[in-house]
């Protein structure tokens, strides 16, 4: 044993009362600088971690500066079964961060433009980057440009900003997605007849990109179905869905439905007892899909793989801000297609609130 070896043994074991003392500031303060907590000056932060030295502390020891890298995270306010999925995956993701990232998570009304704009706009810290889910509004789409002339890194899921320079989005190709239903939809429909297209949200880009890349593909491919865009704005109401998707059958029967948001449960209550059954396609691996797709109901569900936009933002947004030095994918997410012969292996309720009678 060597005599700085003998030294460090007999030393006593220092106390954080004693760190506190000699440092001039709180215990509290010494505990949120071991473990690396925010709220600590760069100067108390320093004094700490040189007491702690001086005193022979037998621990590893933070850095004498690490600041803490604050990121945003921005999502709307919506209870559907794709966002609870989303930010369960964010939270996942969040928790496996470095003690030195601060993610901040943020929920907003969805109407609440100003609320959106505010928070891009400004903090009470500094923050480097952010990854969003918001509509395409102009004011939220300037405030974002002008965050990112000032430097910080932007990355959209979910829905893009299209045109936006400098941003990644890493959600699906919404476009693709609505020409793949159109295209699953107009191979199963043989005979001619009309299909009744529901809109969730007329301000948020990926639904509408939906809309165009189904219309597109239905008028190009099958020119024997005859779409109509029955409702642009359900946001993802089961009764909006619902009433537009009676008012539709009240003229005639349907060969086929798309919806392109959720609000399901009003559309499996308004096409009971339908004669012929119209062909369903909709969005999400969501716990009524798998049982309108067990049951028959629904023929196909479209999936954009939430917990893989979460990771997959979350990889990019550290590589943009410098802290990961592995590259990430840096492309869409891939769609994925569910029928009743492949659903995965999950657990989930039929519950008796899935009917709205």
């Given at each position: 044993?060597t005599?700085a070896?003998?030294?460090r043994?007999?030393?006593p074991?220092?106390?954080l009362a004693?760190i506190a003392?000699?440092?001039?500031?709180?215990?509290?303060?010494?505990d949120?600088?071991?473990?690396?907590?925010?709220?600590?000056?760069?100067?108390?932060?320093?004094r700490?971690?040189?007491?702690?030295?001086?005193?022979?502390?037998?621990?590893?020891?933070?850095?004498?500066?690490?600041?803490?890298?604050h990121?945003?995270?921005i999502?709307?306010?919506?209870?559907?079964p794709?966002?609870?999925?989303?930010?369960?995956?964010?939270?996942?993701?969040i928790?496996?961060l470095?003690?030195?990232i601060?993610?901040?998570?943020?929920?907003?009304?969805?109407?609440?433009?100003?609320?959106?704009?505010?928070?891009?706009?400004?903090?009470?810290y500094?923050?480097?980057?952010?990854?969003?889910?918001?509509?395409?509004?102009?004011?939220?789409?300037a405030?974002?440009?002008?965050?990112?002339?000032?430097?910080?890194?932007?990355?959209t899921?979910?829905?893009?900003?299209?045109?936006?320079?400098g941003?990644?989005?890493?959600?699906?190709?919404n476009?693709?997605?609505?020409?793949t239903a159109?295209h699953?939809l107009?191979?199963?429909?043989?005979?001619?007849?009309?299909v009744?297209?529901?809109?969730?949200?007329?301000d948020?880009?990926?639904?509408?990109?939906r809309?165009?890349?189904?219309q597109t593909?239905l008028?190009?491919?099958?020119?024997?179905?005859?779409c109509?865009?029955?409702?642009?704005?359900?946001?993802?109401?089961?009764?909006?869905?619902?009433r537009?998707?009676?008012a539709?059958?009240s003229?005639?029967p349907?060969v086929?439905v798309?919806?392109?948001g959720?609000?399901?449960?009003?559309?499996?209550?308004?096409?009971?007892?339908?004669?012929p059954?119209?062909?369903w396609?909709g969005?999400?691996?969501?716990?009524?899909?798998?049982?309108?797709l067990?049951?028959?109901?629904?023929d196909?569900?479209?999936d954009?793989?939430p917990?893989?936009?979460?990771?997959g933002s979350?990889?990019?947004l550290?590589y943009?801000?410098?802290?990961?030095?592995?590259?990430?994918?840096?492309?869409?997410?891939?769609?994925?297609?569910?029928?009743r012969?492949?659903?995965?292996?999950?657990n989930?309720e039929e519950?008796?609130?899935?009917?709205l009678?």
């Open positions: 044993m005599g070896q003998a030294s043994k007999t030393r074991r220092a106390r004693d003392r000699v440092a001039g500031v709180s215990i509290a303060t010494v949120r600088v071991f473990n690396e907590r925010e709220s600590v000056s760069d100067a108390a932060r320093e700490v971690i040189q007491v702690a030295r001086e005193m022979g502390v037998r621990r590893d020891l933070p850095e004498a500066y690490r600041p803490i890298t990121l945003d995270l999502l709307p306010q919506n209870d559907s794709f966002f609870v999925r989303l930010r369960a995956a964010f939270r996942d993701g928790a496996m470095d003690r030195g601060a993610m901040h998570r943020h929920i907003l009304a969805v109407e609440d433009t100003a609320s959106f704009v505010r928070l891009i706009s400004e903090t009470s500094a923050r480097k980057g952010m990854i969003l889910a918001v509509p395409d509004r102009p004011e939220i789409r405030a974002v440009q002008s965050i990112q002339a000032a430097g910080q890194k932007v990355v899921i979910v829905t893009d900003l299209p045109g936006l320079a941003a990644d989005y890493l959600g699906i190709d476009r693709q997605a609505g020409a159109a699953l107009g191979r199963s429909c043989r005979q001619s007849g009309r009744a297209v529901l809109g969730a949200h007329h948020w880009a990926g639904h509408v990109e809309m165009g890349g189904f593909t008028s190009r491919d099958f020119p024997h179905l005859h109509e865009i029955i409702e642009m704005d359900t946001r993802d109401d089961p009764d909006r869905c619902a537009s998707l009676r539709a059958l003229f005639g349907l086929g798309y919806n392109t959720a609000g399901s449960i009003g559309i499996m209550n308004a096409l009971k007892g339908a004669m059954r119209p062909f396609i969005h999400e691996l969501s716990d009524d899909h798998i049982i309108y067990k049951d028959g109901t629904m196909y569900a479209i954009q793989n917990r893989g936009q979460a990771l979350l990889q990019t550290l943009r801000c410098g802290l990961i030095t592995s590259t990430p994918a840096l492309s869409h997410a891939e769609l994925r297609i569910y029928t012969e492949n659903l995965p292996a999950r989930y519950s008796s609130q899935l009917s009678d």
